[in-house]
């Protein structure tokens, strides 16, 4: 419903904090979700879903009464959800399912992680299959690659770390225009993103 001749309609923002990291699939996770009214407006009791690429509802939470500390009207809650059942970017959608008024309507953010095998799938490490790397570029600040990987990932690899940051990999030393490598030795190479 619009809202009566003279009232604006208030736009909602939102804020999600606490994502554990790593992002493990198939496990539980608690993350914090905050909103915030455009005219200050007091969201308690509010219901904030969070939903999955598909729509699918996979975590929610009630916006309770005190604004987050140092905030002037940032209402949050606990949110308790599952990780994603495959490792790999993954994107999820915050927002509040509907308030009680004509003056806020129903509105959503998304958010972005990369969820990881558990540690038992790989003892002493994250590992993600996938047909690329689905890191964003400049993303990392460190990198090690194992053997025998397709150029594709090494290069990608490469491309996630930050400039003038390091690459590690087994195997011979690769050729690539966005690496420098410092050293190379018994079947291993240390790098630079240029």
């Known amino acids: 419903m619009p809202p ?3 009232d ?5 923002t939102f804020a999600v904090w606490d994502l554990p990291s790593p992002v493990v699939t198939g496990r539980p996770l608690a993350l914090k979700v905050g909103a915030k009214c455009s005219h ?7 219901t904030v879903e969070i939903r999955n690429d598909a729509g699918t509802l996979v975590g ?8 987050w500390t140092g905030t002037s009207a940032l209402y949050w809650t606990d ?4 990780g994603p059942d495959a490792a790999g970017p993954a994107c999820l959608t915050a ?3 509907a308030v009680e008024d004509h003056l806020h309507p129903i509105a959503s953010s998304t958010f972005r992680f990369v969820a990881v095998n558990p540690p038992e799938a790989s003892p002493g490490a994250s590992v993600i299959r996938a047909a690329r790397l689905p890191l964003k ?3 990392m600040r460190g990198m090690v690659l194992g053997p025998g990987l397709p150029a594709a990932w090494i290069q990608d690899g490469v491309l996630a770390v930050l400039p003038g940051l390091r690459v590690v990999g087994e195997g011979p030393a690769p050729d690539l225009p966005t690496l420098e490598v410092l050293a190379e030795a018994s079947g291993a190479w240390v790098g630079r993103r240029r």
């Open 4 to 6: 009566p001749d003279g």
């Open 8 to 12: 604006a309609v208030h736009e909602l």
């Open 40 to 46: 200050g407006c007091d969201l308690t009791g509010a």
């Open 60 to 67: 929610s939470g009630t916006v309770g009464p005190t604004p």
């Open 79 to 82: 949110a308790q959800l599952i």
């Open 95 to 97: 927002g509040i399912a």
């Open 137 to 139: 570029s400049a993303s």
